[in-house]
């Protein structure tokens, strides 16, 4: 067998799954129920298929050391008890298809330099995007990790400061959003494995860019799922040892919720985020839908709550807090649930950041909404200045997802003016919304081509159409001046990063909103936006400003040079006078353009 060798005892190596040693492989498993346990495969270099039981360890694991097995081996499980016997590693880094067999693959990995440095919470702009869409033809296979990485440069380009890939586990077939994960550890072979994303994640930090990575806990697959009744035990119509085997086994997307009650499972995935983490260098984990995790039926009823849920969230953001604290969780839970971003010492799960509805929903409505009379600027002031506890930088804020432009809904042009989303209303709109995301306390959010005015909906199947950067060139434009001044680029709006804001001007019945944004406030710091949601302009409008002076224009998002039908209103810098306004000393008077943000802060 061309010198493949097997030790007559369990493996005394750490590590499960398939672990590369000089001179061969260390498999282990966990399988409790298993009658035996074998390791099957091509796994010396003539590609004879060959059989290596494993010798049981404590704790129901099966571990075994294989000599003359080399990176790039094809291999299966052969777990006694279960049915069908042959079974994935569960900790596979690869697979040859989702339902294929698993790859020997080696950790190690030229990260050239290594000087980059995760860029801190406040400086933190999130581009999402889906690796199969981002950048591949019409009609051709899904786009790869190689197709992202040419489309670093534009990003780059753009100001954003993190990408954020939606799941890219190996799931079933080629086309997919990714929160179908058939295999948590392995990287979809379609968009090019674990050694091309680990390429990507150099590049993109090259870039300058942090990666942010999309994980799925709260249910697996449920399609070539080789971890169902992974060893032939299982309790009625259950999954076996790694689900739950009773009603909390219930999700929307199948009865695969992984049973977080036990140790093993807590584990597995605990495994799996310091992978991301560590081994691959993310900067970030994007949680899916913490609300199935933490209660059965994903909202915030005491009855349903699924504790050994929540024990599992503390364990793995304590766990990166110890290790890695300038990296970021974020939870997607959507329930307004400040419990979710408290420390976990207070009882929290101890995540950095989570997706806030209270913003995105109000936010969306007002901007959607086709009579202005209906639009209500207190909803979006309120939305403005929703806060959880722990500060400005537990929210993430965005008017587009893939949750927001799929299921239903559409990008957000589509949805102002379906059917025109290149119209008038559509870019004023959706612009005046991706002002307010950049100028709201929070990490700001955009979805992959919204700075290209993006319509119709998210599909897995249909990329982004690249020839609208040239189309719609001045709202590239913008996007590019909004991120560098929330970025605080040009050293005029560091209020933009700041933790304070002031909801001060709120007209309803003229439909306008403005609030004051500081750090420690002073020229260069204070930022007054002011946000006109009607289709009407003013060419003499106050409000309060915090501070005497000439205040200077940073951004009009109505200037003629985003769009040539834009310009309808003449604005400029302004100087305040003594009469009090808004509950400030000082007061000032601007141009105001229909559906326009002005953005203001003063010269030192």
């Not at 993310?282 to 994903?298: C, E, F, P, S, V």
């Amino acid at each position: 067998m061309n010198g493949i060798r097997v030790g007559r005892a369990p493996s005394i190596r750490a590590g499960m799954g398939a672990t590369v040693y000089d001179g061969g492989v260390t498999f282990r498993v966990w399988a409790p129920h298993a009658t035996d346990v074998a390791v099957t495969g091509s796994l010396g270099s003539d590609g004879i298929e060959v059989v290596m039981p494993l010798a049981a360890e404590p704790a129901g694991l099966w571990s075994a050391d294989v000599e003359g097995v080399v990176a790039g081996a094809l291999y299966e499980f052969h777990v006694g008890g279960a049915d069908p016997p042959r079974r994935n590693d569960p900790y596979a880094r690869e697979l040859t298809h989702s339902a294929g067999s698993s790859v020997v693959s080696a950790t190690d990995f030229d990260w050239g330099p290594d000087n980059y440095r995760t860029p801190s919470w406040d400086d933190l702009v999130i581009y999402e995007l889906h690796v199969g869409t981002y950048n591949d033809t019409v009609g051709g296979p899904p786009g790869s990790f190689d197709s992202v990485e040419a489309r670093l440069d534009h990003l780059a380009g753009l100001g954003v400061s993190a990408i954020e890939l939606m799941p890219s586990m190996e799931f079933m077939g080629d086309f997919s959003w990714g929160y179908n994960p058939a295999h948590l550890f392995a990287i979809e072979r379609t968009y090019g494995g674990p050694r091309r994303l680990k390429e990507l994640i150099r590049a993109a930090h090259e870039h300058g860019l942090a990666v942010i990575f999309d994980v799925v806990y709260n249910h697996l697959g449920p399609q070539d799922l080789d971890l169902w009744r992974f060893d032939g035990w299982h309790e009625g119509d259950g999954g076996g040892v790694y689900f739950y085997n009773d009603d909390r086994r219930f999700t929307p997307y199948g009865e695969t919720r992984p049973d977080y009650g036990r140790p093993e499972v807590r584990q597995f995935l605990a495994d799996n985020a310091r992978m991301w983490l560590e081994e691959f260098r993310i900067d970030g984990l994007r949680w899916d839908m913490t609300a199935l995790i933490r209660n059965q039926l994903g909202g915030n009823d005491p009855a349903a709550d699924i504790p050994d849920g929540w024990r599992l969230m503390q364990r793995v953001t304590n766990e990166t807090i110890a290790r890695q604290p300038w990296k970021l969780h974020i939870a997607e839970d959507l329930q307004n649930n400040g419990w979710l971003t408290r420390d976990a010492e207070d009882g929290g799960a101890g995540f950095g950041s989570q997706w806030d509805a209270a913003f995105v929903h109000p936010v969306r409505r007002a901007l959607t909404e086709a009579e202005d009379a209906n639009r209500s600027v207190q909803a979006v002031g309120d939305a403005v200045s929703h806060a959880y506890p722990g500060g400005w930088l537990r929210r993430v804020i965005y008017t587009e997802s893939h949750d927001e432009v799929a299921n239903g809904k559409a990008r957000l042009p589509q949805d102002i003016t379906p059917g025109d989303p290149g119209s008038w209303h559509a870019r004023k709109r959706s612009t005046l919304g991706a002002a307010l995301v950049f100028t709201s306390p929070g990490i700001p959010m955009i979805f992959q081509g919204q700075e290209l005015l993006e319509d119709e909906w998210f599909r897995d199947d249909d990329p982004i159409d690249w020839t609208k950067a040239d189309t719609y060139a001045g709202i590239l434009s913008m996007y590019r001046d909004l991120i560098a001044l929330r970025r605080d680029r040009r050293q005029t709006t560091r209020g933009l990063r700041g933790a304070s804001v002031n909801v001060h001007h709120v007209n309803e019945s003229g439909k306008v909103l403005a609030f004051h944004r500081w750090d420690a406030g002073g020229p260069r710091d204070d930022v007054v936006v002011i946000a006109n949601l009607a289709d009407h302009g003013y060419s003499d409008y106050r409000v309060g400003f915090p501070r005497p002076g000439t205040w200077r224009l940073r951004c009009n998002t109505d200037w003629q040079g985003y769009s040539p039908d834009f310009g309808a209103h003449a604005t400029f810098d302004t100087a305040t006078n003594d009469w009090p306004r808004d509950e400030m000393a000082w007061s000032a008077s601007t141009g105001l353009p229909p559906y326009t943000v002005l953005i203001y802060s003063q010269d030192s």
